[in-house]
């Protein structure tokens, strides 16, 4: 039995501008296991957010081959890629992404509420580990990055999920905030076995992963 949480295989990702056909990611083979967590760097535009977003099922791959926890996603359709979304996957962005109108609690419970179940004693850790105690009937607007950026880890890890992306997740915060959101991070996920695929700029942040990989010329080098 593979314990891959995700298997790419001669991935590739192309798109024309134009008249003109770039390659972004060229035969990417590559493997992320259960409870792994996995630092992906590389300079601005070789194409790790595509990556991410092409796990994710945001958008199509060209070629090649992704298996998500043992099942081949080329023939999933929608509601294959929604199932997955939200019972198996969180994401952190590197712009939050929050439901604005609505309050911390509602946004931190809105990915359990998509799978029918509502808050538990998991989200009450979550909110302790995160320091977002007092926070839960603010509105996310009125929050600094720190504390936003804290809210998006809670709500992409509400549900449990077993594979976490995060697209520069500290990216808009400060040194110190940057150090504390990366400790909570991976203290809650390695408690919760939760893989990780985090793209970062960040030297200080990409040690916090047991692996690394670099984005080269549409390829990915360990």
Request: glycine letters at 6%.
């Amino acid at each position: 039995m593979s314990h891959a949480i995700v298997e790419l295989n001669n991935l590739s990702k192309s798109f024309m501008d134009g008249e003109q056909q770039h390659q972004v990611l060229n035969q990417v083979n590559f493997v992320l296991n259960k409870a792994d967590s996995v630092a992906l760097t590389g300079a601005s535009g070789c194409g790790k957010s595509t990556l991410l977003n092409l796990i994710a099922g945001f958008e199509p791959l060209s070629s090649g081959q992704i298996i998500l926890r043992g099942e081949d996603t080329q023939q999933w359709q929608d509601k294959q890629w929604s199932r997955f979304r939200h019972q198996q996957l969180g994401v952190v962005f590197q712009q939050f992404n929050l439901l604005t109108p609505i309050d911390v609690k509602h946004n931190i419970v809105f990915p359990l509420s998509l799978n029918g179940h509502k808050w538990n004693d998991w989200c009450d850790h979550l909110v302790t580990t995160l320091g977002l105690g007092d926070l839960l009937s603010r509105h996310v607007q009125s929050l600094s990055g720190g504390q936003q950026q804290r809210v998006a880890i809670a709500r992409a890890l509400a549900h449990q999920p077993a594979l976490l992306l995060a697209d520069e997740p500290t990216g808009n915060l400060d040194q110190q905030a940057s150090m504390e959101v990366m400790q909570l991070m991976t203290a809650l996920t390695t408690e919760q076995q939760t893989s990780v695929l985090m793209v970062t700029h960040s030297e200080e942040c990409a040690a916090f992963m047991q692996r690394r990989c670099h984005v080269k010329l549409g390829t990915v080098h360990e």
